[in-house]
């Protein structure tokens, strides 16, 4: 099923970033390229902490992430975000690149530890870099896509409980208008949160990403106070501009049973599903818990951070929802013989982030995998789209994007100091051939960031996983376009896929 794309141009350093759907005639013969829809944004992903370094610079003071990253054990090789990609100073050039490759969105997250230090003073000098940051975005003709919080909560806010304390949601809120105060004029899409799924569970229930918590009614509470956030903030900023595109990310499965005949299994899947997609999605869409999930977890003290009025702020109506995907997964009710219970990446002791994860055994399926060892399940991302079409977004008139998607492997330069990644071109070429099955099967689906542009800091796989299109020397801090990163350049002067149409490529 897998397509290796024959056709590999290279990028024209010219390539203006379009939306318009005009294939460039250059690059592919028209008989085999597959157009994207008019329109459709084809970008790149990174966040704050993973690529800015600079940790202590103008003002920054320590986020969880510094202070989690400094626990022995807790990331691979102790690595920090210290200094990173060092996009700090260089985003100049950074940006150039983005030029360069042709992409027509850069998302970007902005750090809430360097624009309110302490939780609450509005540090000037933070809010500067971004300012820069976006005039060189927008000097260059890149649409910036802006993220408010990408899991870099300001230390002195976790002394105080983090996201399981209610105040949090105020100091986020005002974060948010302060950031506005000064973007606000020049970007035009603003998203909340991305992944709450991974700041509420994989923080504080699985214990595996910062603050480090293994508790499943502290990962509840943090998941309910993030969506508040993301509500109160979704409401102040269209009090303040109607005209902008607001919304989320999420990061959702297709959660499958081994066994579509054994209810257990069907069960597990089920599960699944609700602590990992429907717990965010159903209060978003629909402003309510899914009654299943609240079955699950009772006892763990939901009911109790949950106040009137608190899923009317969370169900404010949004215009864009960012999907990002990465791999569905198998479930059953049994443990698999070769499979680890829980997916520890350091000696740390860690448990599952599923807050009631009992019964619920994820098993390995014959697909190729990255280096993360996670599964490459393209057709997995045409089902969620269409999914979350018919059931959430759709009814709510809500644009689609993948926000993110992408593939860690451990590449590494020739003699040339070149980068011959083709599994990652081929992951690339393959899940945006699957977003187009899913537009062809009427998904209105708007846009792709690939995750992420630049080698970066993998949280806590810390600097052993590289994502990037663009190869980042650590040493030297020196950048080189991949293979894949060029493949991605003649998609997007393209505007089209390589390959044909979908029955070229069809098993
Ligand atoms: C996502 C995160 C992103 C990156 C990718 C690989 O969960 O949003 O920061 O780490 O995974």
Redesign the pocket.
């Given at each position: 099923m897998t397509t290796t794309p024959t056709t590999e141009a290279t990028p024209t350093t010219e390539a203006t970033p379009t939306t318009s759907a005009t294939p460039a005639p250059a690059v592919a013969p028209a008989a085999s390229l597959r157009p994207f829809p008019a329109g459709f944004v084809l970008g790149a992903?990174t966040?704050a902490y993973?690529i800015e370094g600079a940790a202590h610079e103008d003002g920054r003071r320590d986020s969880i992430w510094d202070t989690f990253s400094r626990e022995p054990g807790a990331v691979l090789g102790g690595d920090t975000g210290d200094v990173a990609c060092d996009h700090y100073h260089r985003y100049r050039d950074d940006v150039a690149l983005m030029a360069r490759l042709g992409l027509d969105s850069y998302r970007f997250s902005v750090s809430m530890a360097r624009v309110v230090p302490d939780g609450h003073t509005v540090n000037a000098k933070g809010l500067d870099f971004y300012e820069r940051l976006v005039d060189e975005l927008l000097g260059a003709g890149v649409s910036p896509w802006l993220t408010l919080y990408?899991?870099d909560l300001p230390q002195a806010l976790e002394d105080r409980g983090g996201w399981t304390a209610r105040e949090t949601v105020d100091r986020f809120t005002d974060y948010a208008l302060a950031v506005h105060d000064r973007l606000g004029d020049r970007v035009r899409t603003w998203t909340t949160l991305?992944?709450p799924f991974?700041s509420a569970f994989l923080g504080y229930t699985a214990g595996v990403h910062a603050p480090g918590h293994t508790d499943p009614a502290a990962g509840l509470a943090a998941a309910h106070h993030l969506m508040l956030g993301h509500g109160q903030v979704v409401r102040a900023l269209r009090d303040r501009d109607d005209s902008l595109s607001l919304g989320l990310?999420l990061?959702l499965t297709v959660a499958d049973p081994v066994d579509p005949t054994d209810p257990r299994d069907v069960d597990a899947a089920r599960r699944v599903d609700a602590q990992m997609n429907r717990v965010f999605l159903d209060p978003i869409f629909r402003g309510a818990y899914p009654s299943d999930l609240l079955e699950d977890v009772r006892g763990l003290g939901l009911e109790r951070v949950v106040r009137d009025g608190d899923l009317a702020v969370i169900s404010t109506p949004i215009d864009v929802l960012g999907v990002?995907y990465?791999q569905g997964e198998a479930l059953s009710h049994r443990p698999h013989p070769d499979a680890p219970v829980t997916e520890a990446v350091t000696a740390r002791p860690v448990r599952s982030p599923f807050p009631a994860a009992d019964g619920v055994f994820r098993h390995p399926r014959p697909l190729a995998t990255t280096a993360?060892g996670w599964e490459v399940q393209p057709e997995g991302l045409t089902r969620l789209l269409e999914r979350v079409h018919a059931e959430y977004a759709a009814p709510a008139g809500t644009e689609l994007y993948v926000t993110?998607n992408?593939a860690?492997f451990a590449d590494e330069p020739d003699g040339d100091g070149l980068v011959h990644d083709a599994a990652r071109t081929a992951f690339l070429h393959d899940h945006l051939g699957a977003i187009l099955d899913a537009v062809d099967a009427g998904v209105p689906v708007r846009g792709y960031f690939y995750?992420?542009l630049l080698d970066n800091y993998?949280?806590a796989w810390g600097y052993s996983?590289r994502?990037g299109i663009v190869r980042v020397d650590y040493d030297s801090q020196e950048r080189t376009i991949k293979d894949s990163g060029h493949a991605y350049a003649a998609i997007i002067a393209a505007r089209g896929l390589p390959g044909g149409s979908p029955a070229a490529d069809g098993p």
């Open positions: 992903a966040a993973q990408h899991w991305n992944e991974c990310t990061n990002n990465y993360m993110e992408g860690a995750w992420s993998e949280w996983q994502f």
